[in-house]
């Protein structure tokens, strides 16, 4: 590959390269119950924007935020996890169209690709079974092999290091919140790129500092490619 070439794409999963209808946040309707929190009031409502707004964390990471204390949000934490998977089951999910041709395209062109999540390992391997995944990138990533989850650069940078990339600037990362643009600006990549099919809006990730914001995970492929070449 040319000097300038991106090596390493980085992708989200839900609400990135994962259509999951929305099913984080009834599982989080499971978890807040399980941590005590009424079904209505101003508590649960503050505590669903929360999880709105934080989407992509690590999720005990948020749970640790919203409730304070650990053995809540443990048992906070294994009840959104024991819902998601149900439902993931009982609803199913599917890829975002374009993201498998993505996937294939980059490939195709010697781009390494590594998915991450803000799901435990657990989660993600039950993500990736569903959708018939378990061979379609270079790796796999949760935040607890990694060190942090995001907003900090911990799952870019691992992928770097595991996939063997040589700079930062020669990785690109897609996302649908402004966690994932965190991530990405603070590993340093070149591209870190916003899309409009999940959590947060162009303004909401433009204001987040992205580089480029694509309608879906279908462009991506184009944006990274064209800036290679």
Partial sequence: ??????????????????????????????????AGLDPAGPRREHARQYVLDTMGQSKIVVFRALFGDEDTAQRANAAFEHAYDALIDEVGVTAIPGAVETFEQLRAAGVKIALTTGFSRGTQD??????????????????????????????????????????VDRVAVLGDTTSDIATGLAAGARIVAGTLTGAHDAEQLRAAGA???????????????????
């Fill in 211 to 229: 580089t480029h914001v694509v309608a879906s995970v279908a462009e991506f492929a184009g944006l990274v490619l064209g800036e290679t070449t």
């Fill in 126 to 167: 039950r993500l990736l079974n569903a959708l018939g995944w378990n061979d379609i990138a270079d790796l796999t990533l949760a935040p607890a092999e990694a060190g942090r989850g995001r907003p900090y650069p911990d799952l870019v940078l691992t992928a770097l290091l595991r996939l063997e990339a040589d700079a």
């Fill in 1 to 34: 590959m040319p000097d300038n070439d991106i090596q390493l794409a980085v992708f989200d999963m839900a609400g990135t390269t994962v259509a999951d209808g929305g099913l984080v946040v009834r599982a989080f309707d499971a978890a807040a119950t399980e």
